[in-house]
């Protein structure tokens, strides 16, 4: 009887984690970049009572083993890298990735790179293109301080005009980096991620090369979250939770009656 209390509890908690999952989606439905998340479970140990070919009663034996699970837990947060909406803003700052890849950004005081779905790019005081954090883009581009038109191409070639000139000067290369596992790369916050050993070596290549995306002018990517999906997945959890939280309930009531018999 108790295990049957140990087991609901298991259920709840993953249930829990799951609420917490996308409740976090659905307050980045806006975020710039944004990729959802899911959780996924797996079943805890179960309890073997008789195993397959154990002696049977009534001689021979058993051809499928007795067990009895002992509940789930959460296994992993799996991140969905689905293209999100294009959303057209106008800003030539506004930087869109259509296809696979991230900016490589350089952190100020940490070793190592940050990367970024996130192109609402800027421009710092010292005309260095870099993200809504301050962060530098990696290669480096850094426009003069005389600019007036701000052009970048689909394969990441950087053209500025100045206003002593009446044609686009190429000024850098954007660059964008993929990776063997890039559900493996930790998120940090801020929209950015940091590579581990699950992710792989980070590969750059120019947009449109070697498998990565190409870069959209004016544009920003949304979330790739949908709200009735996460809607639906919300009521279903929450079922779940009630549903396990019955079991203790009758559990409970079971115990009770169990702790009055005479």
Same mark, same amino acid.
């Given at each position: ?147 007036? +038109? ?55 290549? +120019? ?18 979250? +949908? ?18 939280? +019955? ?16």
């Amino acid at each position: 009887m108790l295990r049957s209390l140990y087991t609901a509890a298991t259920g709840m908690e993953a249930q829990q984690t799951r609420m917490d999952v996308i409740s976090n989606n659905l307050a980045n439905t806006s975020t710039t970049g944004f990729k959802r998340t899911r959780a996924e479970f797996e079943d805890l140990l179960s309890d073997t009572i008789r195993g397959a070919e154990a002696p049977d009663p009534r001689g021979g034996t058993s051809p499928v083993p007795l067990q009895v699970g002992l509940g789930v837990r959460t296994a992993a947060t799996t991140r969905s890298w689905s293209q999100g909406e294009l959303v057209n803003t106008g800003n030539p700052l506004d930087i869109a990735i259509e296809g696979d890849g991230f900016f490589q950004v350089t952190r100020p005081g940490e070793g190592e790179p940050g990367y970024t779905r996130a192109g609402n790019l800027k421009v710092d005081s010292t005309g260095r293109l870099v993200t809504s954090r301050g962060d530098p883009l990696d290669p480096d581009i850094t426009f003069p301080p005389d600019t007036v +038109k701000v052009t970048i191409r689909p394969d990441g070639t950087v053209l500025a005009r100045t206003s002593a000139s009446e044609s686009d000067q190429e000024i850098g290369q954007l660059n964008l980096v993929t990776f063997p596992n890039p559900g493996g790369l930790e998120s940090i916050g801020g929209n950015l991620f940091v590579r581990t050993d699950a992710s792989g070596e980070a590969v750059q290549a +120019k947009p449109g090369e070697r498998g990565t995306g190409t870069l959209s002018q004016g544009y920003l990517e949304g979330a790739n979250v +949908k709200a009735v999906e996460e809607m639906i997945d919300m009521i279903t959890t929450q079922r779940a939770y009630e549903l396990n939280s +019955k079991v203790i309930t009758t559990a409970d009531q079971m115990l009770q009656r169990l702790t009055t018999m005479r």
